[in-house]
């Protein structure tokens, strides 16, 4: 095994060790305020089978993956072509550029209220925050990369006499692709803050829901299940996506290598 | 064909009247399949008459054109090779070259053939499935000079091309280019500031002044190289050793010499 999972797995365990003793063994923090690792269990167990909050806990799960997989997906499929021309033309840079620094300082969260009154609690209004959220740091990320672009490269484009599509869809992408991941990464990471603070406001099923239920009912178990299952769903999201980026880059890991 | 041709060139960088006079009354003419190496000082404005042809700059004042027509944008009947390689490092060996074929929508058994043939002449034919950087940068240059020949350019435009090799791979890189350059001549505009490259490579040489540029003078090589019957030779110190090629050589030293001294008089 190698030694980086090994170091993983042996901090997690001594994690779980520290609370076990913590809560059951020496019970030097009450129930009432951080559940033992049994009551998480069984909480877990009640969420799975009975159901809490309106459902059981894979019908949460797939809501509340649903929605991110949604949301970020309508934010990148838009914020990523913007990028991509702003970083192509000034013209539309300079026209854009002033909308974007009006919307930024909003803090995506800020928008929840306005999307719950226009779109009640159902799909549509957390699909629109979250493009809101998700949308900025990929159209910005895609912007600096096609800028950071080597002129020389660039130059050779237009030597080698590019149309104008191919252009786009084999220097521009792939050369700005390594910044258009970050803002991807960026972007997930945005979709599930504000997938679980909009579904804490408001929402029939999800993770988010099961969160501010359990606060209601003074169920510290199952806010703690509540966490880690949206903990596992976003690094699992994020893994897909980093396996995705990999094999995307596999020029830019051989280059990396290369340098060392 | 591929004649080029300088006419009364003028360049200024910014504003006409204050901006950074770089180019002065260039007249130039490079003949068709000619080999013409431009050296000069730092900063004498020598890549900058290169980035004209190529039609990433233009003249302020002035014509360069290639065969009568005024350049107006890059194409690929004037293949550039830059300093820097400016490879495509997500494209593999194969698909760098085969990019600018498939611009000019050649066929594609006609493509696979032609990069077959470069690859084969340039020794690269192991490495076509390889990655830029997983090349050392004199394999990186020779991908260059392929994915320029490839198209069989009327005008090769060559940017300082060994400047960023070693001593070694430079010379290999220099014998390679001569022998490339006598089996299938192009007219080519080679911009260096090494001297003994522009006198081994060049049919003629020109020698600019400091900034802002003027063609102090053209020297012809190829007579020389001719009379003295340098190709004979295979490796190029033997060629660097002969008398013919140090009064060059030396000529030219003492010529680039006058000029950093009348930039710091």
């Known amino acids: 095994m190698p030694r980086r999972i090994t170091i993983g797995l042996a901090t997690i365990l001594s994690v779980c060790t520290l609370w076990y003793g913590l809560t059951t063994l020496f019970g030097i923090i009450p129930a009432g305020r951080f559940p033992s690792p049994a009551e998480t269990w069984s909480a877990l167990i009640h969420v799975s089978g009975r159901g809490y909050g309106g459902g059981d806990l894979a019908m949460h799960v797939y809501n509340s993956l649903r929605l991110v997989v949604m949301g970020f997906l309508v934010a990148i499929m838009t914020g990523v072509p913007l990028g991509l021309l702003m970083g192509w033309s000034r013209k539309a840079e300079a026209f854009i550029n002033p909308i974007f620094l009006i919307i930024r300082p909003i803090p995506p ?152 | 064909m591929g004649v080029i041709e300088f006419k009364n060139v003028n360049k200024v960088f910014g504003p006409r009247a204050t901006g950074f006079r770089a180019l002065e009354d260039i007249n130039l003419e490079i003949r068709d399949k000619e080999f ?54 997500w494209k593999s060996v194969y698909d760098n070259i085969d990019l600018g074929l498939r611009n000019l929508n050649v066929s594609r058994a006609d493509r696979e053939a032609r990069i077959d043939a470069i690859l084969d002449l340039m020794n690269l034919k192991q490495y076509a499935k390889h990655f830029p950087h997983q090349l050392s940068g004199g394999m990186q240059q020779r991908v260059a000079i392929a994915r320029a020949y490839v198209l069989d350019p009327d005008v090769l435009l060559m940017d300082e091309p060994f400047g960023a090799l070693d001593a070694q791979t430079r010379v290999v890189m220099q014998e390679e280019l001569v022998r490339l350059a006598r089996k299938n001549p192009r007219s080519v505009l080679f911009i260096t500031h090494a001297v003994e490259e522009a006198v081994y490579l060049a049919d003629r040489v020109a020698i600019m002044t400091r900034a802002p540029g003027r063609i102090k003078e053209v020297l012809d090589i190829a007579s020389i190289r001719n009379a003295e019957n340098w190709d004979s030779y295979e490796k190029i110190e033997d060629v660097m050793d002969l008398e013919s090629f140090v009064h060059l050589r030396t000529h030219i030293w003492r010529s680039l010499r006058e000029e950093k001294a009348a930039q710091h008089a």
């Open chain 2, 36 to 89: 013409m190496a431009i050296v000069g000082p730092s900063g004498c404005g020598k890549t900058t008459c290169l980035r004209m042809v190529a039609g990433f700059e233009t003249a302020t004042d002035g014509v360069v054109s290639v065969d009568g027509t005024p350049i107006k944008r890059p194409g690929p009947d004037r293949a550039v090779v830059f300093q820097q390689f400016a490879l495509f490092p």
């Open chain 1, 109 to 260: 969260l800020a928008w929840i209220p306005l999307a719950i009154l226009w779109l009640g609690l159902g799909d549509a209004a957390k699909i629109m925050v979250i493009w809101f959220s998700a949308f900025v740091p990929s159209v910005i990320n895609t912007y600096t990369g096609v800028r950071n672009i080597e002129r020389p490269v660039l130059e050779a484009a237009y030597m080698l006499g590019m149309p104008k599509f191919r252009f786009v869809t084999e220097v521009m992408i792939p050369g700005a692709s390594p910044m258009i991941f970050t803002g991807l990464r960026l972007s997930l990471q945005a979709s599930w803050t504000t997938l679980v603070a909009a579904e804490l406001v408001g929402a029939f099923y999800g993770l988010g829901r099961v969160l501010n239920v359990a606060q209601q009912d003074l169920y510290p178990g199952m806010i703690l299940v509540g966490m880690i299952a949206v903990a596992i769903l976003g690094w699992g999201t994020t893994r897909v996506l980093g396996m995705a980026e990999a094999h995307a880059l596999r020029w830019n890991t051989a280059a990396l290598a290369a340098k060392g």
